[in-house]
């Protein structure tokens, strides 16, 4: 057994508070601001995350974007996500090829597509859309050997409940609970404030809120079965937290009214169940069957209940997705009709511009990249994104079912959603396929993932 000397030690306890001094510092200034008590300036924001970015190591800095991103349309993401990824450069123990070739090379076909536009595109915009994609394949290509798959299924949970926590009470302080609950979409908070346009708060549309608790839900899967296997013991404090956690992101996920967001609850629920059958954790079983049982029943006899229920009554609503089919048709035929576009694209940046055309952006991840990037660069994109599960497959290595379920959501999610622009669900990609692998790689010791992505 290793000795850890007693100075290693106190620097070790003296970072793990830091870690939990400063989101929680952004969470108590997040409510403020929100709640109108005191206007809180984004810089000092931006400062507090400058000065964690300093303090943290490597694996720090991972944990604390893994709280950040579910948060990011309150908080000045082009100035701290930018701060973000020097930080990561400078503090990088390797660098390892796909997370400088990658984003190098769709950034700069991103660039070209926006100077030869006809549309005027803002640096700032293009700063931060570059930003965000450096920073998603520098996280999805990273060395996972010193991070932990608990902490970053933890941090990113966390991000979700509190974000679920502000916007409902913020809700709740300006239409009362019935309203709350009485299927009203929870999501939008800047409705509720004059002048929005001067004003940063946590806000994101209903669609968002199901994905982000989707994946979170997928996340508190992961850690109470986790926690099941490691403590051996009937129940835990831990496990009871972890417990809380997911009822939350539960009722937030209802609350956005999303059938997306009851979709891949249900699914990740009965998969997890079949996963536990499979292994004879037979008690687990009976608990997972009483308590959804339970909950089915409390909500089936709500009025949320009943509103969420409506949404899957046979109709043309239902039939279309709301739209989308529709969404999907009319930029497909636009696409077909311009073969500059179907062969290169119009740049993502470009298509932000352009959206206004066809009154909605694109709910499909696969249709915005081969419509924003073309036949060879959304194509090329895709294989970036997915050549570690690629590596997976083709090792014919067994994936670990609970580990799987936050890439399941999040790639069942992106097929509902704006992938890349306005509201990416892109930065959460990376988080979902390294919970995935990182699994792999500790129970295949042999397998050694990251030298195949070299």
Same mark, same amino acid.
């Given at each position: 057994m290793e000795i850890i000397p007693a100075n290693e030690q106190e620097k070790n306890k003296t970072t793990k508070i830091w870690l939990l001094a400063f989101p929680f510092l952004f969470m108590v200034l997040g409510t403020i601001r929100d709640c109108q008590i005191l206007p809180v300036n984004k810089f000092l924001l931006v400062?507090?995350?400058? %000065?964690g970015f300093y303090f943290f190591n490597y694996e720090q800095i991972i944990y604390f974007l893994c709280f950040l991103i579910p948060l990011k349309e309150g908080i000045p993401g082009n100035y701290i996500f930018l701060l973000a990824l020097i930080a990561l450069f400078l503090k990088v123990p390797q660098i390892h090829k796909e997370q400088i070739i990658f984003p190098v090379i769709i950034i700069g076909y991103e660039i070209i597509l926006s100077i030869i536009s006809p549309y005027s595109i803002h640096l700032i915009d293009t700063v931060s859309y570059c930003t965000r994609i450096f920073l998603v394949f520098f996280l999805l290509y990273t060395d996972m050997s010193n991070i932990s798959i608990k902490k970053m299924c933890l941090w990113s949970s966390i991000g979700v409940v509190y974000? %679920?926590?502000i916007i409902s009470l913020v809700t709740f302080l300006h239409t009362g609970l019935t309203k709350m609950l009485t299927g009203n979409r929870l999501g939008p908070t800047t409705q509720f404030i004059p002048h929005t346009h001067d004003i940063m708060m946590f806000t994101v549309n209903p669609n968002g809120i199901s994905y982000y608790t989707g994946i979170a839900f997928s996340c508190f899967i992961i850690l109470l079965y986790q926690d099941y296997k490691e403590t051996k013991l009937p129940w835990s404090i831990n496990r009871t937290l972890y417990l809380i956690g997911l009822l939350v992101v539960l009722l937030g996920g209802l609350l956005s009214v999303s059938r997306t967001f009851v979709v891949v609850a249900v699914l990740a629920t009965f998969i997890m169940f079949l996963h536990i059958c499979n292994k004879q954790h037979w008690k687990l079983a009976v608990g997972i069957v009483?308590?959804?049982s339970i909950l089915s029943i409390i909500f089936a006899n709500t009025e949320l209940g009943h509103t969420v229920l409506k949404r899957f009554v046979?109709?043309?609503?239902?039939?279309?997705?709301?739209?989308?089919?529709d969404i999907f048709k009319n930029y497909l035929q636009y696409q077909l009709s311009h073969i500059n576009i179907l062969l290169f694209g119009t740049g993502a940046l470009p298509y932000y511009q352009m959206?206004?055309?066809?009154?909605?952006?694109?709910?499909?991840?696969?249709?915005?990249?081969?419509f924003c990037y073309g036949l060879f660069g959304g194509a090329f994109f895709l294989y970036a994104l997915f050549k570690p599960i690629g590596v997976m497959i083709k090792d014919k290595i067994k994936i670990n079912v609970p580990y799987s379920l936050p890439f399941i959501t999040i790639v069942l999610c992106a097929q509902t959603t704006q992938f890349l622009l306005p509201n990416d669900v892109l930065m959460l990609f990376p988080i979902c396929i390294l919970i995935c692998e990182y699994n792999l790689s500790k129970k295949h010791p042999e397998t050694d993932l990251l030298k195949k992505k070299n």
């Open positions: 400062t507090i995350a400058a %000065i974000l %679920i926590f009483i308590g959804t046979i109709n043309k609503n239902l039939l279309t997705g709301s739209g989308r089919t959206r206004g055309n066809f009154l909605n952006s694109m709910h499909n991840m696969v249709q915005q990249l081969f």
